[in-house]
């Protein structure tokens, strides 16, 4: 009988760990990885304490801290469903079953699929998600970024150190990322902008040679060979079924990160929490680590 577990090692999951330990809570960590976004972004010059770090380099900071207080961490597992049963929480998961008195959902979000014919077929064959990942693979070469929020921004300022050409293609009427991202890409010589576009193909033989977009009813082709798709993220909380949640499938909770069953709290980019950042996740994952405590005091 465990006083609460913790679904989830990015950011908000991790935080929350931290201030589990810190209480002397019996806890446990459960996730499919560790690090989750933050070992997935470029550039960060946001996270408070830090002036300039990256992402993976951020990720190992986070992992050292959970090692500093011993935190106990099942991974990778990944979480299936969650049951309410006799004023507690019977987790299972792929690989098991727990039993909790709370638990905190911290399992962030995944990359929208484009859903163009040639998007499955290349994928890992040109087709990434993942700039930080997979961008010194396309070291020299033409590529196109497919989006125009954050995620986009920040794939094309790491692909502009890296690719002569950068091709964005932006469905919307604008760039709609933080200003000093915006400002930084269109600066980049390297960077070809297409606003009110669409990728209507992808198109290789063994790997990428291309793209078709329409943009004012104009058929334009581009040959490259990557095609970085940056058009957001869906809340990973299919296997919350219980619990309530937007029509953007994002777990609904209040100011102090509770949901809408008993016991349960939920924080970062899985909930309705309107700013995706990890500065943010980290806070939220906070509060909800210090609600589970607050819960547990009270019952």
């Known amino acids: 009988?465990?006083?609460?577990?913790?679904?989830?090692?990015?950011?908000?999951?991790?935080?929350?760990?931290?201030?589990?330990?810190?209480?002397?809570?019996?806890?446990?960590?459960?996730s499919k990885d560790i690090g989750g976004q933050a070992a997935l972004s470029g550039d960060i010059e946001n996270y408070t304490g830090y002036q300039f770090i990256t992402g993976p380099e951020l990720a190992v900071k986070f992992r050292e801290h959970m090692q500093v207080?011993?935190?106990?961490?099942?991974?990778?597992?990944?979480?299936?469903?969650?049951?309410?049963?006799?004023?507690?929480?019977?987790?299972?998961?792929d690989k098991g079953e727990?039993?909790?008195?709370?638990?905190?959902?911290?399992?962030?979000?995944?990359?929208r699929l484009l859903n163009v014919p040639g998007e499955r077929e290349f994928k890992n064959k040109g087709v990434t998600y993942c700039a930080t990942c997979d961008g010194p693979l396309f070291k020299d070469k033409a590529i196109s970024i497919i989006g125009g929020g954050n995620s986009a921004l920040d794939a094309a300022l790491q692909m502009?150190?890296?690719?002569?050409?950068?091709?964005?293609?932006?469905?919307?009427?604008?760039?709609?990322?933080?200003?000093?991202?915006?400002?930084?890409?269109?600066?980049?010589e390297?960077?070809?902008?297409f606003n009110n576009?669409?990728?209507?193909?992808?198109?290789?033989?063994?790997?990428?040679?291309?793209?078709?977009?329409?943009?004012?009813s104009r058929a334009l082709d581009f040959k490259l060979q990557g095609v970085f798709i940056e058009i957001g993220w869906i809340?990973?909380?299919?296997?919350?079924?219980?619990?309530?949640?937007?029509?953007?499938?994002?777990?609904?909770?209040?100011?102090?990160?509770?949901?809408?069953?008993?016991?349960?709290?939920?924080?970062?980019?899985?909930?309705?929490?309107?700013e995706k950042q990890i500065i943010v996740a980290c806070g939220e994952g906070a509060k909800a680590s210090l609600g589970a405590f607050k819960y547990l005091s009270g019952h």
């Open 197 to 216: 576009a669409q990728v209507k193909r992808i198109y290789g033989n063994a790997f990428v040679e291309g793209i078709e977009i329409e943009k004012d």
């Open 235 to 274: 809340p990973n909380s299919d296997f919350a079924k219980t619990v309530k949640k937007n029509n953007s499938a994002e777990i609904i909770v209040d100011s102090e990160n509770k949901t809408s069953i008993e016991g349960i709290f939920a924080c970062g980019d899985v909930t309705c929490v309107r």
């Open 1 to 30: 009988m465990l006083d609460l577990i913790i679904i989830g090692a990015g950011p908000a999951g991790i935080t929350a760990s931290v201030y589990a330990a810190r209480k002397r809570l019996d806890f446990l960590v459960i």
């Open 160 to 188: 502009i150190k890296i690719s002569p050409k950068i091709y964005m293609i932006n469905i919307a009427n604008g760039l709609t990322g933080d200003p000093i991202m915006i400002e930084k890409v269109i600066k980049s």
């Open 190 to 193: 390297r960077v070809k902008v």
């Open 98 to 111: 727990y039993l909790a008195k709370t638990l905190i959902i911290a399992t962030g979000s995944r990359p």
């Open 69 to 93: 207080f011993g935190i106990k961490l099942n991974s990778p597992e990944e979480a299936r469903e969650i049951k309410r049963e006799n004023n507690l929480i019977r987790l299972v998961t």
